[in-house]
């Protein structure tokens, strides 16, 4: 079995949350209760959701991502003169695939007024130090990746006079990164997670369209943010593994973006110097596995996400197993590992899918896992 993440079954991080956790949010939000009483609550609810990975058979415990509204927002407001926008006329204009039919919607804009910076404290510390006093399993912090506070906005969303020229800014994001990271380790984190839907979104034409209008080159930015995640990530100590999770929307059973890996692969994976890729592939929005190809040859994991969150439907373990096969035919099965193709809970609301659902379906990871790997 292997020891160092990521594991062969593994998962994204993000769970479904409880009501009665969203309706304690509710009541902070309007005074009914203080942030430390939510607190409170969130603590009890953490301690539910680490049993409930345990008796799943999971070997990376998160905390659900029970502290936060959404994988990306809460993590990146946290950040100091970074401020969020819904003026989306500056800003990608993101159409959602919505399959309830409703009216499409646009994401939250990260804006950056002045120089950025950590607060004191820094960010995930305290919750790792809470996670793990629950656990002896290895504990994943998730974060999204540094990449979230640029693509979305582009130049005209950062500060020119913090940042009149552009290396200054990624320079001091991937900093902030790297202290973040240094802190983790020296509290016992030995595994992160960056959640990266931008990568991902350069797959699809009509993002990288998108791009080119706020004045990018999507044939470069595979290339900018692999210097940016490098340098966010080149001195975590040396048993930190540090993965990448790319994802086109995860939204109430919802999507923003289709298409395969090809215009990427190739820079992302033999640039880009992380230990593993969770890749969706759980529909044909995700494209054949032909880009796979690229992966260089060595201890790079390619995290296939085969098992769907979006929707109930239960995959068997015969198709999983072939589509695994079908991978291996251009990465080696040793570089391969599963999970599902995204989390079940990416903002608060989650997915249309039940808890029983979601238990049923990471347990199908972990017996497949162990039936092909071990």
Same mark, same amino acid.
């Given at each position: 079995m292997r020891t160092r993440p990521p594991f062969r079954?593994?998962?994204?991080?993000?769970?479904?949350?409880?009501?009665?956790?969203?309706?304690?949010?509710e009541k902070m939000k309007r005074g009914d209760i203080t942030?430390?009483?939510?607190?409170?609550?969130?603590?009890?609810?953490?301690?539910?959701?680490?049993?409930?990975?345990?008796?799943?058979?999971?070997?990376?415990?998160?905390?659900?991502?029970?502290?936060?509204?959404?994988?990306? %927002?809460?993590?990146?407001?946290?950040?100091r003169n970074v401020t969020s926008s819904w003026d989306f006329d500056k800003a990608v204009k993101l159409g959602k695939e919505n399959i309830a039919g409703k009216d499409k919607q646009m994401p939250y804009i990260p804006y950056i007024d002045g120089k950025i910076d950590r607060p004191e404290g820094g960010i995930e510390i305290e919750n790792f130090k809470f996670i793990k006093s629950l656990t002896d399993r290895t504990v994943k912090i998730t974060v999204p990746s540094p990449t979230m506070t640029h693509f979305r906005g582009?130049?005209?969303?950062?500060?020119?006079?913090?940042?009149?020229?552009?290396?200054?800014?990624?320079?001091?994001?991937a900093r902030v990164y790297r202290e973040e990271l240094s802190d983790l380790g020296d509290a016992g984190c030995k595994y992160v997670q960056f959640d990266d839907t931008n990568l991902a979104y350069l797959c699809d034409e009509r993002m990288r369209e998108n791009a080119r209008q706020l004045g990018e080159d999507p044939d470069e930015l595979p290339e900018t943010y692999a210097a940016l995640i +490098?340098?966010?990530?080149?001195?975590?100590?040396?048993?930190?593994?540090?993965?990448?999770?790319?994802?086109r929307g995860n939204a109430i059973s919802q999507w923003f973006a289709s298409g395969g890996y090809e215009p990427i692969a190739d820079k992302m994976f033999n640039l880009t110097k992380v230990d593993g890729f969770f890749l969706e592939y759980d529909d044909e929005r995700s494209g054949g596995f032909e880009p796979l190809r690229f992966v260089p040859k060595g201890d790079v994991t390619i995290v296939l996400g085969l098992v769907t969150t979006k929707f109930d439907t239960l995959e068997t373990k015969d198709e999983i197993k072939r589509r695994i096969d079908e991978?291996?035919?251009? %990465?080696?099965?040793?570089?391969?590992?599963?999970?599902?193709?995204?989390?079940?809970?990416? +903002?608060? %609301?989650? +997915?249309?899918?039940? %808890?029983?659902?979601?238990?049923?379906?990471?347990?199908?990871?972990?017996?497949?896992?162990q039936e092909i790997w071990g």
């Open positions: 079954g593994d998962h994204v991080g993000s769970l479904l949350r409880p009501e009665t956790l969203l309706l304690s949010r942030p430390k009483e939510l607190k409170m609550h969130e603590d009890r609810c953490i301690e539910e959701v680490v049993k409930f990975q345990e008796k799943a058979g999971l070997l990376s415990i998160t905390d659900g991502e029970y502290r936060r509204e959404s994988f990306h %927002v809460d993590f990146i407001s946290k950040l582009g130049r005209e969303a950062i500060d020119k006079i913090a940042y009149p020229e552009m290396g200054d800014f990624f320079t001091d994001l +490098n340098d966010s990530i080149r001195h975590r100590p040396s048993d930190m593994s540090v993965c990448i999770h790319l994802c991978a291996s035919k251009f %990465v080696d099965i040793e570089q391969l590992a599963l999970s599902p193709q995204c989390g079940f809970s990416s +903002n608060a %609301v989650g +997915n249309l899918i039940s %808890v029983e659902d979601q238990l049923a379906k990471l347990r199908l990871v972990m017996e497949i896992s």
